[in-house]
């Protein structure tokens, strides 16, 4: 069974930047539909960003955008959000899930409903504090 791995999570100063990845050890990510997510204490689950498997579209969230932009690396089979000028706002359990829906428009309208994700990874710790 596909299991997600998130990593790159820590402790950082405001203004700051982190590169979380995300992998699933013995499963290729390339044809896989990967979300980004946060969760803050006593808050629901926010989409950040979405990219479509096999190298097609990607959508960020308005609220990150900017400053967050999510890729692929296929040649380490992950795929990476990378987070500049973190502010401690941005201090959450960080989450990366996959989709089944294969959709066109997935990312564009699906891609930050955690409902539309079928997969999720244990989450990596980032927090924002000086």
């Known amino acids: 069974q596909l299991q997600l791995v998130e990593s790159g999570g820590g402790l950082v100063q405001p203004g700051g930047s982190l590169r979380l990845s995300c992998t699933a050890p013995?499963?290729?990510?390339?044809?896989?539909?990967i979300g980004w997510f946060r969760q803050a204490p006593g808050k629901e689950r926010e989409g950040l960003a979405c990219?479509?498997?096999?190298?097609?579209?990607?959508d960020v969230a308005a609220s990150v955008k900017g400053r967050f932009t999510i890729s692929r690396d296929n040649a380490k089979n992950t795929v990476d959000l990378q987070m500049n000028s973190l502010q401690p706002e941005d201090t959450a359990v960080y989450y990366c899930a996959t989709a089944r829906d294969f959709s066109s428009d997935f990312c564009r309208n699906r891609g930050e409903n955690v409902f539309s994700y079928d997969n999720w990874g244990q989450g990596t710790q980032v927090t924002v504090s000086s």
């Open positions: 013995g499963f290729t990510l390339d044809y896989s539909n």
């Open positions: 990219i479509r498997g096999s190298g097609g579209q990607s």
